[in-house]
């Protein structure tokens, strides 16, 4: 994993001695990405043997820490996956939070995040580091490596092994446990699991919640996803996204607030549709959930620019173009009292 060593502020000159001290907090927030493909080996970059930098020669999982602009700690990691490898995951799950310890024993928090990715570690452009490898789980004792990633890594190996797997809860740094340097936040649960593929193993399905909102002329929402988009880019589709250790129905009502400043009362909201699909070949199997709202409060704002640069109206008969498949699917299957759209699978 990598890490920066977390910034301290210095207390105020007025504060007198006997005051009690603030706690130190990190300034600084850390990001890594636990890789893995569909035969379930892990993608490990080799770190360059320099004197004074974190891991120096050891497999590690690629990331690092926030920077100014960066909104998120998704959107660090994102960011350093993009300069070190021109790499981009389209989904990453929050799976741990880990408490690492630097070269001078600060205690640093790293928020790891899992994602599925298939391609050949080849055909990357490597900005830093000796290389990019995948790795079977039993390969991994013999190779140099700090052991909170060696255990990390097998934790999420048993989950997979075992048919399932869950991300973290919401946990901050500021409430994670700094008596230990591997202490791992998680609390998995089970996904629906698809038939054995050609591994011959249970494959974790992705869950999306989407938003069916329709206004009294009978027009649908629809936001158009920004360029840079990591999935769909140029492309209109419904508000969604995905949960954050929560039920359907409040990421539902979350995302319409973060998303679009909408406020919907949980229950104002009733199941519409699902998709179940692969995407394209390669790629995890999903569960799509829409679900609708039958009041709301607010109008469309754009609040997150970088995904979606505009919202509009649109009747069913005339959607625009272009329009996401599946999203496609799920209006017709509504307009047509349907529940349930299969796509992809043939």
Not at 200 to 225: D, T
Not at 283 to 305: C, D, K, N, S, Y
Request: net charge negative.
């Amino acid at each position: 994993m990598n890490a920066q060593t977390p910034q301290t502020d210095s207390p105020p000159p007025h504060q007198l001695p006997d005051q009690p001290q603030p706690q130190p907090q990190p300034q600084r927030a850390n990001a890594s990405a636990l890789i893995y493909n569909e035969s379930g080996a892990y993608l490990l970059h080799l770190r360059d043997d320099i004197p004074g930098i974190w891991e120096p020669g050891s497999w590690s999982l690629l990331g690092g820490g926030s920077e100014p602009g960066d909104r998120s700690l998704e959107e660090t990691l994102r960011r350093e996956l993009r300069e070190e490898a021109g790499l981009d995951i389209p989904d990453l799950v929050p799976f741990a939070v880990e408490q690492a310890r630097s070269g001078d024993g600060t205690l640093v928090p790293i928020q790891i995040f899992a994602g599925q990715w298939s391609g050949d570690p080849a055909d990357l452009e490597l900005t830093e580091g000796v290389m990019l490898h995948w790795f079977r789980p039993e390969v991994m004792p013999r190779l140099r490596m700090a052991p909170s990633t060696r255990d990390l890594l097998r934790r999420h190996a048993e989950l997979l092994d075992a048919g399932h797997y869950g991300p973290a809860p919401s946990t901050s740094f500021a409430n994670a446990d700094p008596t230990t340097t591997t202490a791992a936040v998680r609390l998995p649960h089970p996904h629906t699991l698809s038939a054995p593929g050609t591994s011959g193993r249970p494959v974790p399905h992705i869950i999306g919640v989407h938003l069916y909102l329709e206004n009294a002329h009978g027009e649908i929402l629809l936001g158009l996803r920004h360029p840079d988009s990591a999935y769909a880019g140029k492309t209109w589709h419904f508000l969604a996204g995905h949960c954050e250790q929560e039920s359907a129905v409040a990421c539902l009502v979350r995302e319409a607030r973060e998303e679009a400043g909408l406020l919907i009362d949980p229950g104002d909201v009733e199941f519409a549709h699902a998709v179940h699909l692969v995407d394209t070949p390669g790629t995890p199997p999903r569960m799509q959930l829409v679900f609708r709202a039958r009041h709301w409060t607010g109008t469309p704002e754009i609040l997150e620019p970088d995904r979606c640069v505009s919202w509009g109206w649109w009747r069913p008969e005339a959607l625009p173009e272009p329009l996401v498949p599946y999203a496609r699917a799920a209006i017709d299957g509504i307009q047509a009292g349907r529940l349930y759209t299969e796509w992809g699978w043939t």
